[in-house]
């Protein structure tokens, strides 16, 4: 079994890329790597370190965790006494979360947030959440999503 290190990139996938409900979980990657990087596959990240943030700016398209809205989501709906950090995912909001890591890719990179928490409110496409991620250009993968590369 691989771990969230080992899963933190999986780039260089050509052509078509169609996301199924393991690689929404994070328990399944794309396949066939090739030479040239057209997308970046991190779908549990507690930091974004210096080689996650190389691979992110030279893709095409990054595929990036979106477990959490907020780093208490979960302690705040009784379901944990641990943060979104604590169990190894970068909330989307607050200091240094997924939000301003994606706002400054560059403008052509397409931004989809994968391996989504039931208590995210980002799942309610009527959310003030949601809205605020099509603001920005973030979408959030689904089931039998196509992404042409």
Request: charged share 25%; glycine share 8%; with cysteine.
């Amino acid at each position: 079994m691989s771990t969230s290190r080992d899963t933190a990139l999986r780039p260089q996938i050509p052509g078509r890329l169609t996301i199924t409900k393991r690689m929404l979980a994070g328990a399944e990657r794309p396949a066939a790597p090739t030479a040239v990087s057209v997308s970046s596959y991190a779908p549990g990240l507690s930091a974004v370190d210096e080689r996650v943030w190389r691979a992110m700016q030279s893709a095409a398209c990054v595929l990036v965790d979106g477990t959490s809205w907020t780093d208490d989501e979960m302690i705040r709906l009784g379901i944990s006494s641990k943060r979104a950090r604590d169990i190894g995912h970068l909330p989307q909001t607050g200091p240094g979360g997924m939000l301003e890591w994606l706002d400054r890719l560059p403008s052509a990179t397409r931004r989809i947030l994968i391996h989504i928490n039931n208590t995210n409110p980002i799942l309610n496409e009527s959310s003030v959440e949601s809205a605020e991620l099509a603001r920005r250009g973030v979408e959030v993968a689904r089931d039998g999503m196509e992404i042409l590369l």
